[in-house]
């Protein structure tokens, strides 16, 4: 450049070597030899006028620009000559017919190359043994799809069989809409729910949303995400073949005789007895059907008739009146009634005389013999006086323990008395009225003692503990047989008239049917409360049970026991009877059969008796 | 004394499964690898019936595969090619650490790659069985294709994607495939009916996404190689089926002016080629110029009663999909910029229509907006400066509408500005007990060809709201009914009370008070007769039954309940308009 800018002496510019940028805002450039400024050419070469330039201008190529003066300048020949020899590297004019060095070549420099032998020898033997591959044809995927089923026979394996197809994604519904239906959007308190529960709980994982037009809507921020779950569902989520049950409810309901054609039972409530004011523990109907015996809370024992619900006698026994029962031998009218720690003997004289007269006569029988028995020391007989005597009460048994059962035997001569107690084994008295004697059958505690029981014809005895139900042979005195009831508390025990069953309700709301020629285990579990059963009666002629329970309710079933040993019992719930009131959480306390008809009674926390017939 | 003792977990289910990391160990393979494998291969870990016996004694969670699959596995030769990767990739490493670029250039020219094809093939071994699984291939491709080049994945993914989903509705527009479409929060879905399978796929908005930092890429990555793989094949299938070009071609000698003048915006051929594609606007080549489809028509076969009667309802069903298949013919549409070009442009071709659109927003349009034969113009904004009266401006979710209900609406509804119908998803089929809106049901007596004026219908929605409000009641009466009972008889009691306790007090008043005629109703009666049978008999069912029984019937009930719901909150919502129109009117 140096040498260019020289040959144009006229336009010397005297500033030096130094960078043009410095007269950047400056109107001219330099100064010449005599002191003067040299001013900026006027440029206002544009690229476009630089374009055209190149187009039209033959001498373009040979233009350069002098930034120290800013002016273009055309290159000669020799000056072209001279930048294509600099180019080249060369810096000499001419070429020089002498060289400069003498040395002749190399061998080298003629004969093959031995160690190039060597590389290529070496490229050939890899590309011989295929180590090196020739460079592989880019295919750009155009031609790379042909068709992959032209045959389908291929062979079905049997993997596919065995393959199971991820499901498919669920199409969206109505909620999903950018412009749904008003009903399918949030309301305010649904918006808030959504926003409280858990992801995993939500049932839509989005919040329905609705734009009013097309353009208003935005991209689905979650997008990617769904994607990306579904990739790990298909790879990640362990698949499993489920069974869908695909069932009608309806079929599913037992097919049932109808309890029209199972009748008679009892459908409706026909009679109240009123006149309690405590809790009627327990009712006891005479074995001519015509009385009712109730003991309540508030200490009175009451005689009610039947049919008219009238209260024919009450009785004060000074005490919560824990068990009522009525001698079941319809030749004499005897109650026995359970309070405390005695069991009272009632000569309620509500019958025609003769009865009334062998009554007296079975209490007094021992009487005329002779002393009373010795018995254990711990229960003592004694006759009532006085005032007890004018209201009926005929005989008293002192229990150690407090009693909460009394069971007459069939026969009506025998009685049995419950002490539960979990310690000793004094939990169970049998009584023998015409001798006035007591004995404790068991010799050892085998758990607490709810309730016993008689069996209606050969010599067994029932003892219900807490799990479980024992039955005694009373004549080898040892135990026969020992019923699992699969529940946590026995409640209550009933026995079938024919002996060959029985039933228990428990505390667990369970009631449980045991068929003893079937087996130890209950033949039917029946949960048809709500609430704990209080109570189970088999009714004496017809093939009828109920169970009362502390959700108030009654429920009679019907229950035919063939006698054929090969067909098991039809157990079929006929009625539910309502009409107690809960009272302190209480409902139905006892239940018990008429002896005859196809009545049944029930006494509640209510204080009050019911008849259903 | 009995022969070898037996030791635990050496025979049974135990043997059957195996856990991942034992199954990773026996492959030799990383986790990365072996989740390639997996993904790539279809395996898929088991729920083992004993889940204990299976874990050998212990509950610790473990997911478990067949012993079978991993031994399949075993055979892949594509596990000797992610050996060979591994091998590369350690190659590369040492040859930049050495800095020796002309190996690493040789390395890198013989990086090894797989093909999947004999995966596919395995796979599915019939076309059917591809066409099964294309639903979550097609979605992944949509996906892909909509990412900007931002390093997420490989540029070529993208754009294979992007070119799979191109040809994918090409396919769909020749064939005339599509049944449904349905606007979303989350995009559009489309189903299509090829070959007898229904195949749904969903395509985002086209927004830029913000990419979410915990996903992983690589998974997806995985993925979309099978699918493209899977697609590249089901498409070149489904091409030659309709003996098309595959890879396709357009139509010469139908479309060659539009495609003149564009010719040298672009800079490669090949881009400007699928950008043409993708436009959606011209028909494609065929391998042998076939001058019309020929429709499918049944044969008559001499057949009686109950056949006949399928037949019929099958003849009507084609009938209505033919007639379905040309539902916007002879109709010219013109996109307005603003409007979803690819999304309506395919839809509107699939049915036969002609579209357009600005010059400006895409290549391949086909007639300017001035076009005097326009009959529809699609819009979406507020208001329009010009309008020309021989055509209608409506809102794009007419065409969506249309289809779904495979007849042409009415377009008042749908004209620029005005508040538009709700969307319905085509998706839901209701049964018998299902809440139904009431747009559905309009819409079905439009199918029904029924044309009864608005307000009447509206009027008899009312009815029948009033009725099955009416009908609710009566049921919930029905489940009242005892406690009613009951409650009459609390009060009986009650008077009884007081009568003795009158009487106790000693004052006696004999009062004969009228009695009440009980009417009773027979059928009421025999009703709720069967219904005690019923309760008592649900009462004797075994434990197993009762539970299947209860959440049989829990599952209806709450069915119930959510359509009942429903239709609460439809009601609510109608009389608070109906309360606004009311004042708006005073």
Known sequence: MEDIALSFPDIRNTVGNIPVEWYKDFPHIGYNLDGKKIYKPIRNKDELDDFLDKMENPEYWRTVHDKQTGSDIVLSDDQVELVNRLERGLKISDVMIHPITNRPADKRSFIPSLTEKEKVSKLVHAIKMGWLKPRRVEDDGRGRYYDLWASEDSSILARHRMHLPAPKIPLPGHHESYNPPPEYLFTDEERALWEQQDPGDRKLPFVPRKYSSLRQVPAFSHFIHERFERCLDLYLCPRQRKMRVNVNPEDLIPQLPKPKDLQPFPTTQSLVYRGHSGLVRSISVSPSGQWLASGSDDGSVRFWEVCSSRCMKMVQVGGAVKSVAWNPNPSVCLLAVALDSVVLILSPSLADKQVILSSERLLSAQQEGEEPAEGNGSVVWSEAEGEELNQGVRLKIQHPKAVHQVVWHAKGDYLASVMPDNTSHLQVYIHQLSRRRSQNPFSRNKGLVQCVSFHPIRPYFFVATQRSIRIYNLVKQEMTKKLQANSKWISSMAVHPGGDHVICGSYDCKLSWFDLDLSTKPYKMLRHHKKAVRGVAYHRLYPLFASASDDGSVIVCHGTVYNDLLQNPLIVPVKVLRGHVMTHDLGVLDVTFHPTQPWVFSSGADATIRLFT | ?586
């Open chain 2, 1 to 586: 004394m009995g022969g070898l003792q037996k030791k635990k977990f050496e025979r049974g289910s135990a043997t059957n499964y195996i856990t991942r990391n034992r199954a990773r160990k026996k492959l030799q393979l990383s986790l990365p690898d072996f989740r390639r494998l997996c993904i790539l291969k279809g395996i898929y870990p088991h729920e083992p019936k004993h889940k204990k016996k299976v874990n050998k004694g212990s509950t610790a969670p473990r997911t478990f595969y067949l012993l079978k699959d991993i031994r399949f596995l075993l055979h892949e030769p594509i596990v000797g090619k992610f050996r060979e990767y591994k091998i590369f990739v350690r190659k590369l490493k040492k040859a930049y650490g050495k800095t020796e670029w002309s190996a690493v250039e040789r390395l890198r020219e013989n990086k090894p790659t797989y093909k999947l094809d004999h995966i596919i093939k395995e796979r599915y071994p019939t076309f059917i069985d591809a066409l099964r699984d294309i639903d979550d291939a097609l979605c992944m491709c949509f996906l892909f294709s909509t990412f900007a080049r931002t390093g997420k994945c490989h540029v070529q993914t993208i754009q294979l994607c992007k070119r799979l989903t191109v040809e994918w509705m090409n396919y769909v527009i020749t064939s005339r495939s599509l049944r449904k479409v349905f606007l979303s929060i989350k995009g559009i879905y489309y189903q299509a009916e090829v070959m007898g399978q229904l195949i749904t796929w969903v395509v985002p908005y086209q927004f830029s996404h913000d990419h979410p930092v915990d996903v992983d890429y690589r998974v997806m990555a995985t993925f979309t190689e099978l699918y493209t793989t899977l697609l590249g094949f089901v498409n070149f299938r489904l091409y030659n089926s309709l003996n098309l070009v595959y890879p396709p071609k357009l139509d010469s000698n139908a479309e060659s002016e539009p495609k003149e003048e564009s010719e040298d915006d672009y800079a490669m051929n090949s881009e400007s080629y699928l950008e043409k594609l993708s436009a959606l606007s011209a028909s494609l080549a065929r391998v042998v110029s076939s001058a019309e489809e020929e429709e499918a028509q049944l044969d008559h076969f001499p057949t009686e009663g109950i056949r006949s009667a399928q037949m019929e309802a099958r003849e009507k069903e084609l009938k209505q999909q033919e007639a379905q298949k040309k539902l916007f013919e002879g109709l010219k549409f013109y996109l307005n910029r603003e409007v979803p070009r690819e999304s309506l442009a395919f839809i509107i071709r699939c049915f036969g229509g002609q579209v357009s659109w600005d010059k400006s927003v895409c290549i391949g349009s086909t007639y300017e907006m001035t076009d005097e034969t326009i009959t529809h113009h699609i819009i979406d904004r507020p208001s329009v400066d010009k309008q020309y009266i021989n055509r209608y401006y409506i809102q794009p979710q007419w065409v969506y509408d249309c289809v779904n209900a495979k007849v042409l609406l009415p377009v008042e509804d749908y004209f620029l500005g005005v508040t538009l119908p709700p969307h319905l998803s085509p998706f839901v089929e209701e049964k018998e007990g299902d809440y139904v809106p009431p747009e559905k049901l309009k819409i079905m007596a439009l199918q029904r060809g029924e044309k009864t004026g608005n307000e009447q219908e509206e009027e008899e929605e009312e009815e029948e709201e009033e009725e099955e409000e009416e009908e609710q009641e009566e049921e919930e009466e029905d489940d009242n009914g005892d406690e009613e009972d009951d409650e009459e008889e609390v009060a009986e009691e009650k008077n009884l009370k007081k009568m003795e306790e009158q009487r106790s007090q000693g004052k006696v008043i004999f009062k004969v008070t009228p009695g009440k005629l009980k009417v009773e109703n027979k059928a009421r009666l025999e009703q709720e007769e069967k219904a005690e049978e019923k309760r008592l008999a649900i009462m004797m069912m075994k434990k197993k039954e009762k539970y299947l029984y209860d959440k049989i019937m829990f599952g209806k009930k709450r069915k119930v309940r959510e359509a009942n719901k429903l239709a609460a909150k439809r009601k609510a919502h109608d009389d608070a308009e109906k309360a606004k129109k009311k004042k708006a009117r005073k």
